[in-house]
Every structure is written in structure tokens, then in C-alpha cells.
């Protein structure tokens, strides 16, 4: 079946640009994460959805990230304003419902650079 | 201190060989362990969970430690196809949805 699906896969953008970034989650996933991943790190959690209720978004670094999922399927997180510091894989994941031990499916990412 | 650590790595080992990998976590009140596995370029994918009396997959033991706050991840008999980033991943809460990636660990298996 499909899995998660993210776009763009790479995306340049020009300091003080404005970018959002799209993910697609599992059919039927109740749950929906963003990570920040800088090279050489592991993953830092962003936020978190369950449904369309953002739940915990005390990973964002500032108020230039916004995410949302108004239907409670796919979100777009959006960084207004970039910064070179911006520059990582944005990884979206998802999970089937809220349990806390269940499997995230990850997606292959968003490579963002900012030059 | 960071609230996952791991060993630094990377790790090279021959094929067969026996490694283990070592984490450690903060915070006490956390629920969930995994270990999830990452290939280069690749998003990360779960190994296995792992639970209190700890848990064997095949070639894969996973341990607990709760009073230390301590989790390891044992890999025996190495293949070349083990060659990945390893990383230990702890839930922040009681609530279990803020997860919390430690920098992983990189195995290169060498043939």
C-alpha cells in the first residue's frame, strides 16, 4: 500500500523566502509528526497532530514555523522568512492512532537548503 | 546532559562479528523505547520496540534497563545489509507522542 508520501523531495530556497512543505500521511492515520533532521543528527521533533488538533508544538525553534492539518489528513509545515540555520530534512511521519507505543511511518523527506 | 545519548561511533566491524550499541535517557518518567534503524539518505524505519523484560528478534536483543535509564540493542552474526545508523528513540511524556531521537549510532559492517 502506499506509504508516506512527502513534496517536494528537494527544495532551494533564497534567505527571507517563504516555503511550506507538504506531507501526505498513511490512509486512516490518526496521528502525524514533523521532525527536523540535521545532517549528522538524529531526528528533533517539531509537532505533533492528532486529527486536525495540534497537540504539542513545542519542537517549532520559532514563530517563523507554522503547521497545519485542517481536514486531519495532509499538513503543510511552513517556515516564513528562511534562515540558512533552516537548512535540513523536514521528515513527516505518521502513526494509526494515539497510542504512545505504535510504529511511525516516516517519509523520505524534504531536503531544504537556504542560501 | 542531552536527553538520549549514544554511542559516539561509528562502528566498524567484519561480517559475523557480534556489536552492541549503548543509550541512555534523562528522563525518567518516559514509557516507550524503540530502536529505529536508518539507512543513508533514507528515512528512519523501526528496528523493534523495546519493552521492560527486554525482547529478541532473530538476530536483534533488545534490553532495558529502567532503574539505570540504560537501553542497549545487540546485533549478532553482522551482515553487510546491517551497515545503518542506529537510533534509540525515547517518548518525552507520559502521553507518548513526543518523541525523542537520540544521534544515533552508524554500523558499517565490512565484508
Not at chain 1, 521532525?35 to 486529527?51: D, M, S, V, W
Not at chain 2, 545519548?5 to 559475523?16: A, I, K, L, R, S
Not at chain 2, 502521553?95 to 525523542?100: A, C, H, K, L, T
Request: aromatic share 12%; net charge neutral.
Amino acid at each position: 500500500g502506499a506509504g508516506v508520501s512527502q513534496s517536494p523531495r528537494y527544495k532551494v530556497a533564497k534567505r527571507g523566502q517563504d516555503v511550506a512543505l507538504r506531507c501526505d500521511p498513511i490512509s486512516g492515520h490518526v496521528s502525524l509528526f514533523w521532525y527536523q533532521q540535521a545532517l549528522g543528527q538524529g531526528p528533533e521533533f517539531l509537532t505533533y497532530f492528532q486529527n486536525e488538533a495540534q497537540l504539542d508544538k513545542s519542537g517549532l525553534p520559532s514563530d517563523r514555523f507554522f503547521a497545519e492539518r485542517p481536514e486531519g489528513s495532509v499538513s503543510t509545515l511552513k517556515i516564513q522568512r528562511t534562515q540558512q540555520e533552516d537548512s535540513a530534512v523536514y521528515l513527516c511521519a505518521s502513526s494509526p492512532d494515539g497510542l504512545p507505543y505504535n510504529e511511525q511511518f516516516f517519509g523520505p523527506g524534504t531536503r531544504l537548503t537556504v542560501l | 546532559r542531552k536527553e538520549v545519548e549514544q554511542d559516539p561511533g561509528p562502528f566498524n566491524v567484519p561480517e559475523g562479528a557480534t556489536v552492541a550499541f549503548n543509550c541512555t535517557y534523562s528522563n525518567s518518567a518516559s514509557q516507550s523505547f524503540f530502536w529505529y534503524r536508518q539507512d543513508c539518505r533514507k528515512e528512519p524505519k523501526l528496528l523493534m520496540s523495546v519493552y521492560s523484560s527486554g525482547n529478541e528478534d532473530g538476530r536483534f536483543t533488545a534490553q532495558l534497563n529502567r532503574a539505570s535509564q540504560y537501553i542497549s540493542l545487540l546485533i549478532r552474526d553482522s551482515k553487510l545489509s546491517d551497515s545503518a545508523t542506529y537510533l534509540c528513540v525515547v517518548n518525552r511524556d507520559n502521553y507518548g507522542q513526543n518523541f525523542v531521537f537520540g544521534p544515533g549510532t552508524r554500523l558499517s559492517v565490512l565484508p
